[in-house]
């Protein structure tokens, strides 16, 4: 009887677990820029609030004081310049690339940082999709997020507030829900508007918390000045590892979710991956 008590239970651990698997999240939001001449009418959309809405956080990094010194240090011209002998046999790159592709990075949440936690200073693993829009002609980047979450059942899984903020008149905006069923899901409800000086928007408050359980406030629309044009509503299922596209004649997104570990002290106070 014990031993059939102890199966259950440890069965439910691990289901329990494998529900709150943590994962990278990243995504891109773009414009689509291209005005073609097209019979398709978009109605002006209302927009629709979760009751309870998670806001990313920034990773505080500490403000950096530069004193600015006097250029001239009475150095001679000569002085600037140091020669450099280059072997050409070497090739320092291609060993790095080598070690990177013996092994698969996994990425780790650093113990002094938090899930829902926006880092500037990680490296954004979607970096070359970025590039790549960047050249062309059809699209622009908007904005980018990256952070950390675990994954839940749907009852559970919060509403992620999003917010590219403006950039070149143009802002997307809204909530997304990541959550695990037999497979990952997640469900999007975006906005796109632009910067309209004819336009201005009522007061339109949104409220939740963030991770350190700080209530947030915030008006949707402390820039007034600005017309909600499009809406994207869309939920799909996928896999870690999988790059998917929320398309809209106007608008997208670009979002991938990728397995993670968290990192712990050891008793000895070194930092080892869990």
């Known amino acids: 009887m014990k031993l059939k008590a102890f199966i259950l239970f440890f069965c439910i651990s691990l289901n329990s677990a494998a529900q709150n698997q943590l994962f990278l999240v990243d995504l891109i939001l773009i414009k689509y820029l291209p005005e073609y001449g097209t019979n398709e009418k978009f109605s002006t959309p ?22 600015t010194e006097s250029f001239n240090l009475d150095y001679l011209f000569k002085d600037l310049f140091m020669s450099v002998k280059i072997d050409e046999d070497s090739d320092p790159i291609s060993s790095k690339e080598e070690a ?49 979450q675990e994954i839940k059942s749907r009852k559970e899984a919060e509403y992620i507030f999003l917010d590219s903020k403006f950039f070149k008149g143009t802002r997307i905006f809204g909530f997304l829900q990541l959550y695990k069923e037999r497979f990952l899901h997640f469900s ?3 906005y796109l508007s632009e910067l309209d000086p004819t336009a201005e928007w009522d007061e339109n408050f949104i409220s939740g918390r963030n991770v350190f ?30 790059l998917h596209y929320v398309d809209h004649p106007k608008f997208g997104m670009l979002i991938k979710l990728t397995k993670a570990q968290k990192e712990i002290s050891s008793p000895d106070n070194g930092l080892t991956k869990n």
């Open 100 to 148: 990177l592709s013996d092994e698969k990075l996994i990425p780790i949440l650093e113990e002094k940082k938090s899930i829902f936690e926006i880092d500037s200073a990680r490296e954004f693993s979607m970096s070359s999709e970025v590039t790549k829009i960047a050249r062309s002609r059809d699209f622009r980047v908007i904005g980018t997020k990256s952070w950390f």
């Open 188 to 190: 999007s409800n975006l």
């Open 46 to 67: 209302s927009i629709k609030k979760p009751k309870q809405i998670t806001f990313l956080a920034e990773f505080p990094y500490p403000e950096l004081r530069v004193n």
């Open 213 to 242: 359980d700080e209530e947030i406030i915030l008006n949707l629309f402390e820039d007034k000045n600005q017309k909600v044009l499009y809406e994207i509503q869309h939920s799909k299922k996928f896999r870690s590892g999988e």
